[in-house]
């Protein structure tokens, strides 16, 4: 599923136009960047968390060169999700 196919849906089923729709999901993913960008984690009871992780510094290896290169730490960003939205998709329950 594409952006493009939520925001259909999410216009279908509301009614509402799909450049509101487009908006307001734009919207959305940027508030949850800019949280995660600022270290703030974002938790949406229901469905799961936005947070970041810290990566710690750690060797690897240039294989092309054979050499070795330091790795900094560095923060990513991960999705954790709720327990009932594992268990909804592990059990193919329907979430309409």
């Not at 509402?16 to 940027?30: G, Y």
């Not at 936005?50 to 960003?77: D, L, M, Q, W, Y």
């Amino acid at each position: 599923m594409t952006k493009a196919d939520i925001v259909a849906e999410i216009a279908a089923e509301t009614g509402l136009e799909r450049q509101e729709v487009l908006r307001t999901v734009e919207t959305f993913m940027t508030s949850i960047k800019s949280s995660l960008a600022k270290s703030e984690n974002v938790y949406l009871r229901g469905f799961g968390s936005f947070i970041v992780k810290e990566r710690a510094e750690k060797t690897g290896r240039n294989i092309s060169k054979n050499t070795t290169i330091i790795i900094p730490a560095h923060n990513i960003p991960s999705f954790k999700p709720a327990k009932t939205f594992v268990e909804e998709v592990k059990n193919n329950v329907s979430v309409k």
